[in-house]
C-alpha cells in the first residue's frame, strides 16, 4: 500500500521557520522524483520544490527560491522542505508528490504564517 504521509506544519509567525518532511512507503522511493506542492485557499495547487532521484537536483518556484529548501533522504524514505523567513503569504496546505510512470500524492499538512 502506498502512503505519503507529511508532518511538521504548524502556525509560525512571519520570519520563522518549518521543516516539513514527507516518509514515503510501498513504493522504490529513491527512483521516484519528489516534489512539494502548495494550495491556499481560493487558489490552484502549485509546485514550491522539487528534487530529482538519482543526482537530486532541485527546482524552485521563483517564490521560494533562497528561503526554501528542498532535500531527501533515500535511507529514510523522506523527503523535506525547510523553510525560511516564511511570508504570511506562504499559508496553505501543503502537499508531497511522487512521480515517476505513476504518482502519489500526500494527504497534505497546514502551514499558518501569521502574527
Known amino acids: 500500500q502506498v502512503q505519503l504521509v507529511e508532518s511538521g506544519g504548524g502556525l509560525v509567525q512571519p520570519g520563522g521557520s518549518l521543516r516539513l518532511s514527507c516518509v514515503a512507503s510501498g513504493f522504490t522511493f529513491s527512483s521516484y522524483v519528489m516534489s512539494w506542492y502548495r494550495q491556499a485557499p481560493g487558489k490552484e495547487r502549485e509546485l514550491v520544490a522539487a528534487?530529482?532521484?538519482?543526482?537530486?537536483?532541485?527546482t524552485y518556484a521563483d517564490s521560494v527560491k533562497g528561503r526554501f529548501t528542498i532535500s531527501r533522504d533515500n535511507a529514510k524514505n523522506t523527503v523535506y522542505l525547510q523553510m525560511n523567513n516564511l511570508k504570511p503569504e506562504d499559508t496553505a496546505v501543503y502537499y508531497c508528490?511522487?512521480?515517476?510512470?505513476?504518482?502519489?500524492w500526500g494527504q497534505g499538512t497546514q502551514v499558518t504564517v501569521s502574527s
Open positions: 528534487i530529482t532521484s538519482v543526482r537530486g537536483t532541485t
Open positions: 508528490k511522487a512521480v515517476r510512470s505513476s504518482y502519489y
